[in-house]
Structures are given as C-alpha cells and as structure tokens.
C-alpha cells in the first residue's frame, strides 16, 4: 500500500512511483474532460514546466495552462506505456488521446520528467511530444507533407 504524507506546512508529497501513478491517471476521468484539481496540491509553488509551446514558472501560471488545456479539448484521455523511477526524478511515456473542440481525435506520444524536490513535492516537470507532428499526422495528405518537410530540413 502506498503512502501519502501530508504536513501542516508541506501538504502533500509524492513518495513513490506507484503514489504519482494513480494520481496521475485519476485526472483522466471517464467523462474525458481532465481535472486537476487532486494532483495540484503534489506541486510546488514554485513549479518549473517546460514543454514544446511553453515554459512557465510558478503554480499560479500552471493552474491557468491545465484551464486552458480542459477549455480547449472537447475529450482527453491518457493511457501510461511506461515509467520508472531513479531517486527523485520520474520518467513517464505516455499516450494522449484529445479530441480538440471541432476536430477528430488525435493521438499525442510523448513523455514526461519529473524532478521530486526535498519537500517530496513536483518541482519541475519537462514534457516531450512532437504535437504539430502527432497532429498533422491525422490530416490526410497533409501528414506526409509535414513528415516529407521534417526530414528534409533536420535530417
């Protein structure tokens, strides 16, 4: 069984790879819309996120990208293919199936890191995906297009 600890002045911290699994992949609920709300007392205040579109500092401006990201997608689901954990960084390779407002459904691989600070909270998360890429890829013709263009310009 795993344990979650919580501290009048920490709150919530992650102390296994199990623990952030099922937090992680509570926030896909059934309904497919995403919610937050039970994994954001895991990260710290001063959170560090970085992806291909975005870098931002601090929960405030973390909160607002997850709203942005529920706004935008009609339905999102996450399947975990991989993970692993090496001290207090985590790795996980994931899935995202989203279906944005008027599109069909895509599919998004990538993976995330995790770095777990001394406060057993989130401190920084890296996201890796090639989203233009992943997206194109459903458009018909227009995905060999963008393939045929990656390849030429960077090998």
């Known amino acids: 069984m795993e344990r979650i600890e ?35 007392p895991y990260y710290d205040e001063n959170i560090h996120f970085r992806d291909t579109v975005q870098e931002i500092h601090g929960i405030e401006e973390f909160k607002k990208m997850v709203e942005r990201l529920t706004k935008r997608s009609q339905e999102l689901h ?3 293919l991989n993970a692993v954990m090496d001290g207090n ?20 691989h990538g993976a995330s890191r995790l770095v777990i600070g001394g406060n057993g909270k989130i401190v920084d998360q890296r996201d890796y995906y090639d989203l233009w890429g992943d997206i194109f890829d459903n458009i018909p013709g227009f995905g060999k297009l963008y393939r045929k263009f990656m390849k030429r310009v960077f090998g």
């Open 6 to 40: 919580r501290t009048e002045n920490q709150g919530y911290t992650i102390t296994s790879l199990e623990q952030l699994l099922q937090l992680w992949t509570k926030t896909y609920n059934s309904e497919g819309k995403p919610d937050w709300s039970h994994l954001l």
């Open 78 to 80: 996450m399947n975990i």
């Open 89 to 108: 960084i985590i790795f996980v390779e994931w899935d995202m199936i989203i279906n944005f407002r008027k599109t069909k459904t895509s599919v998004v």
